[in-house]
Structure formats: C-alpha cells, structure tokens
C-alpha cells in the first residue's frame, strides 16, 4: 500500500513537473516570438525612415537638377542663341574676310556650345527622362559625352524592353549618369560602354570604361562618387557592384528584380 501511494506521489510529481517544463518552454518561445517581432518591426520602422530619408535627399537633389535645367534652357541658352545670331548679322553686313571668317568660326562654336547646353539640360530635367525612357534617356547622355570630351561611348540594349516604373528608371538613369560622369572625370578613358540587358526577371545595367582604373581600397567611396550610386541602388531594393583594377578601367554593375519596389 505505501508502495503503491509513492509511485502515484512520484508519477504525480513527474506529470506536475512535465507540465512546468512545458508551461515554461511555451513561455520562452512566446517571449521569444514577441522579442523577435519587436525587433522585426523596429527593423521595418528604421528602414522605413531611413528609407524616407533618402527619398528626401534624392527629391532634393531632383528638385536642383530640374533647377539648373530650366536655368539653362530660359536663361544661359537663350542668351547664347542671342549671341549666335548676332555673329550670324556680322557675318552678313560686313565685307572684312578676316572678320567674316572668324565670326563664322565663333557661330560654329556657339552652335556646339548651344547643342551641348541643351543636352545636359534634358538630361538633368528628370521629366524629359521620364516622358523619352530610360534607354533614349542615356543615348542622350552619351551623345552629351561623345561630343563635349571626345570619347567613344556605345549603348547596348539587349533583350526585350520593358518598363520597370518611371521614378525606378529615374534612379537607375541617375546611376548610369553618375557613373560615367566619374570615370570622365577620374579615369581619362578612351571609351565607354553602357549595357541594359532586360532579362525576364531582372535589369542588369554595366558602366563599363576602358581608364585608368584603381585598386581596391585605394579610394574611398566618397572619392570616386559611389555615395550616390549606393542610395540610389538601396532605394531600388537592388545590388551594386564596382570591380577595377589600375590601369585596368573600371565596371560598375546593377542588378534590380523587374517587379520590385523602389523604396
């Protein structure tokens, strides 16, 4: 009998501790499960405002490209067309050849100045690449290029062309830009070819020059102008790349998933 009463005291015990054991497993996973979604909202609201933020600084910089653009157009462009017809005037009434000729030569010049002004000042007027798309956008970009620092520059559109979002292809045309704006102005390249590859699932965008290059960790980001390129491409939810090697010219890669958000 007392035999009996211990072994229904120790399965009691055992089933009473099981039972604690198990009421403070399910605590501990709840409490974990809580912590977890704390943290995953806390992450969600800092990546939410830090989102925010550089969507401010991105509108800001948009808001002084649209700016300079229309600047350029209304006023400096107009100023120079002034300019080019008065030469044109002198060219007409005057019967001095030196004069004449060298009048002709400042009209040529006017008119390339002119023609360059407009094309940067498509370029920085973010409706004109939202209205012509992102491939015309940067052929426009390159045309400025080729003409204004004698370098030979070549799109390459491969694949089936699909819009991925005007204020998407805004970010990603304001990378190609920025990145062939640096390698001019610190590699000294001969050549520059820009590849938008419209896979299925993915835009996969190369800058790719022919300069000078650099080695890894040989020059900050800041230096080489990836600051920019960075926000840009968090935005996009998308990866990028820089591989160089000096005297090697330099790539810089970006890779987006067609149907992800910008921001």
């Known amino acids: 009998m007392e035999l ?22 399910v605590f501990l996973v709840i409490h974990k499960k809580k912590r977890y979604e704390h943290l995953l909202e806390k992450q969600t609201m800092e990546n939410n405002y830090h989102n925010q933020l550089l969507l401010s600084r991105m509108e800001v910089q948009e808001q002084s490209f649209r700016y300079f653009s ?10 120079l067309s002034i300019v080019k017809m008065q030469l044109h005037n002198i ?40 209205n012509v798309g992102l491939p015309e956008a940067v ?19 491969t694949g089936e062309d699909y819009s ?20 001019v102005k610190h590699a000294s390249p001969s050549a520059i070819d820009v590849y938008l590859d419209h896979k299925p ?3 996969v965008v190369r800058v790719v020059d022919n300069g000078m290059g650099f080695e890894a960790g040989s020059i900050t980001k800041s230096g080489i102008g990836l600051s920019n390129m960075q926000m840009r491409a968090a935005l996009l939810k998308g990866r990028l790349d820089v591989a160089s090697a000096k005297g090697g010219g330099t790539t810089i890669s970006l890779q987006i998933d067609r149907e992800s958000a910008a921001a």
Not at 4 to 25: E, K, T, Y
Not at 164 to 181: P, S
């Open 164 to 183: 991925i979002g005007e204020e998407r292809e805004l970010l990603v045309f304001r990378i190609i830009q920025e990145a062939i704006a640096n390698a």
């Open 139 to 157: 052929e426009k970009d390159l045309e400025y290029i080729r003409s204004a620092k004698d370098v030979k520059c070549t799109l390459h559109n």
């Open 70 to 79: 229309e600047e350029i157009h209304d006023n400096i462009g107009q100023l």
């Open 4 to 25: 009996d009463r211990s072994v229904i005291i120790f399965i009691m015990g055992s089933v009473l501790f099981i039972a604690l054991a198990f009421a403070l497993i």
């Open 201 to 203: 699932h993915m835009l």
């Open 91 to 130: 060219r007409r009434s005057s019967n001095e050849t030196e004069i004449v000729a060298r009048a002709k030569d400042c009209t040529e010049l006017l008119g390339k100045a002119i023609s360059d002004l407009r094309n940067i000042s498509h370029t920085l007027n973010s409706v004109f690449v939202t």
